[in-house]
């Protein structure tokens, strides 16, 4: 992977400061190299680089307000405080940041709770933000996350759930005990990104072979590829290339 | 010959008493005087098989001609595209989802260009939105005629596989005519779609309005009213409600089981709730209900492709946004889609600043704003969904695709323990897994 170039995120590890951003640096994926053309300007990023660090505000609007009160209701305040790090609202959806130890009680209140009715766990991903800038990229942050898509098919919604690890302790409960689909989305995400799902009845590759070493899709694992030569000319493999930022 | 004397296919004692390798031969042979006590086969079925849809691979315990365990392997088809959008641009994404699910590759571009859109906050125009539709339900008509063809094939129906690929090749020559490709059409762009309807597009497309009933009907002389596909569907991949619900099995699976869950009625996108059309639905739970729901879903995707092609008013197929907009237009040669004369002449014969926009937006691409969003598209295996993104660049941080097949795939075992072995190959041919889109 080429360098993510310079980056300087505002550290807002501290708390949920408003967002004050940062500006990367070489647009060719190079710094230092004497370009000129231009290409290599400022661009504004966001303090957490992919990931948002703030936290929307009450009232969320529409029916988020509505799913966020049951669900506080159904496991109780103290458990909702404890479990919800931060609700984001961005484009329409919403977004809980859990903590991994309440996770199999906030997903089971979910799926059972007759407001709240999320019947359907739709697809369960993993996202590795190593290098994406901001404070996530420093040492101990947790780049590994979980995402959950849920879906009410009774009330006709959609809520996403996320949970961030460590690499160092990519633990996580598994919920294919409540969404036996979780089965083989749990496998692949372990497969690609090296997060162990405690408690899943046969956590092992899925589309990599058995005896893989490294965890494909995780940022610091290469794309791999090998030169093409063409007319004399060689082309290097993508993630060896000059590129765009 | 004796089990010894074959290197592939011996025998050796284990815990559990002896075990053979069996490659093939005859059974006297390979068991000798052993043929005794109880009969609990492992087969090994796939990954390359004819009956198992592609390189998928079945691990089947028998006890006669009983399934008592059914496990499914994938894999073999993994080619990291997932991976590889990471490493190109927000455009050049569409190129690469579209290879995924290969029988439904404008439903995975239209997913993805969804999903960029919502990131980046724009709407297409209203006539790029039409022809997404368009192209859409042709491939989903092309994609069931596989499921057809393919499933029938692997039941025995021979004939049900020539005429399935001899229908789908119309589509498909209609979505050659439109997108310059039979399949893999980097058609659909962020913004839009590459080119408007080339002329008489339209008129093939009515042409072919016109000769589709009456060749779908022939299915329902040749495979509806036949005792034997009947009796092979029949009560065959039994799963209900309940059971898809915990499988996450979605699609004609789902609708088979009588409920009437279609992303296009449910959360319709590109103006599909302007459309008239029905959700089919069938009551049997099974591999027969799940037929002629996709049969049913034909008819409807004709219905729609009338009506789209009815309200198609001029107007402009890809956003006005220039710093988003793909420059240049393709024109369709005798050889395919490629550049248009045209616009290379502007670009390099009268105009620097074109040159230079031009340069900018195809080697260095649009940013996204940071975020993530995920958009479902009812694909014609279920619910597509496209999990996207962005860091603020000019490429995606992140594509995940929850690929219906992958999830469905995982219903076979809850399908096929304790039913004949060969009712496994009906069981998996009614959920019409692609493993292009399983593996991705």
Redesign the interface.
Known sequence: ?TGPGDRSGADASQGVAAPSGGF?KG?FGVSGSGDTSG?GGL????PG??V?LHSTERPYGGWFDEVTDALAEAVGEATYAAAVQRVLV??G?I?YFVAREHLLTLVRALRDDDALRF?????V?????EG??GPVTTPGRPRLHV?Y?LTS?TY?R?I?LEVAVTVEDPHVPSVSGI???A???ER?TYD?FGIVFDGHPALT?????DDWDGY??RKDYP?GGVPVEYHGATIPP??TRR??? | MTATQDPYAGSRETTEGRVYTVTGGDWDQTFGSDLTGEERLVVNMGPQHPSTHGVLRLVLDLEGETVTKARVVIGYLHTGIEKNTEYRTWTQGTTFVTRMDYLSPLFNEAGYCMAVEKLLGIEVPQRAQTIRVLVMEINRIASHLVCLATGGMELGALTGMTNGFREREMCLDLLEEITGLRMNHAYIRPGGVAQDLPPGAEQSIREWLRVMPGQLAGYHQMLTAQPIWQRRLKDVGYLDVTGCLALGVTGPPLRATGLAWDLRKIEPYLGYETYDFEVPTADTSDAWGRFLVRMAEMHESLRIVEQALDRLEPGPVMVEDRKIAWPAQLSLGADGMGNSLDHVRHIMGTSMEALIHHFKLVTEGFRVPAGQVYVPVESPRGELGYHVVSDGSTRPWRVHVRDPSFVNLQATAAMSEGGMIADVIAAIASLDPVMGGVDR
């Open positions: 992977m990367r647009a290409f661009v504004r990023v966001e680089g992919a948002a961005d484009r959806e977004t019947e359907l766990c739709s697809s991903s993993g996202v590795d933000y994406s800038g995402v898509h098919m006709r959609r996403r969404y036996p689909t089965d083989w989305h692949e690609m590759r899925i589309l990599m072979p494909p899709q794309l993508p993630d590129s765009y930022r």
